[in-house]
């Protein structure tokens, strides 16, 4: 790859393309909401975005903007570029958090704005929405701020 190549690269992160399922959920990005599907029978959230309830099997799904707060339950570092936008952005962590909502109710993220040192299974963490391209915002989560103690009682799976 040349200089050149991998200037332009640089600046184009791969891009989701939102479908009918997902328009919803880059929308709330958008506007600085971070909205999950809720069953309207049983009122259990599914994420990620689907047309059944994964607990009740109800189709009668509808977006709810959520608190954006959670807590780490995996991450991981990645060391090696898949794509030229991250070569310079290499390590960089890959995190599953767990929105205090409901347990088990996770999504894939990266954790910004922490020492790498710091980041720990548990920590409680908030929503931030990032401009990473120009087309492009997404939810990413940083160390919380609020200061309130976060619950990471997970009655289903511990
Ligand atoms: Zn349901």
């Given at each position: 790859m040349t200089m050149t190549e991998r200037a332009t690269a640089l600046n184009t992160p791969p891009v989701p393309v939102p479908t009918a399922l997902t328009e919803f959920f880059?929308?709330?990005v958008r506007s600085g909401e971070l909205r999950i599907l809720r069953c309207q029978a049983?009122?259990?959230?599914?994420?990620?975005p689907r047309p059944l309830c994964n607990k009740c099997g109800s189709t009668d799904l509808a977006p709810e903007q959520v608190?954006?707060?959670?807590?780490?339950y995996s991450y991981t570092w990645a060391a090696q570029a898949?794509?030229?936008?991250?070569?310079?952005r290499v390590p960089y962590n890959i995190?599953?958090?767990e929105l205090v909502?409901?347990?088990?109710?996770?999504?894939?993220t990266n954790v910004?704005?922490?020492?790498p040192q710091t980041l720990r299974t548990g920590m409680a963490v908030e929503v931030?929405?990032?401009q990473v391209g120009p087309d492009l915002v997404l939810p990413l989560f940083q160390p919380d701020t609020t200061g309130e103690p976060v619950s990471t009682q997970n009655e289903e799976e511990r």
């Open positions: 880059w929308e709330g049983c009122r259990y959230f599914v994420h990620y608190s954006g707060r959670a807590v780490v898949f794509h030229p936008y991250f070569v310079d995190a599953v958090v909502e409901q347990p088990g109710l996770r999504m894939t910004v704005d922490c020492p931030v929405f990032r």
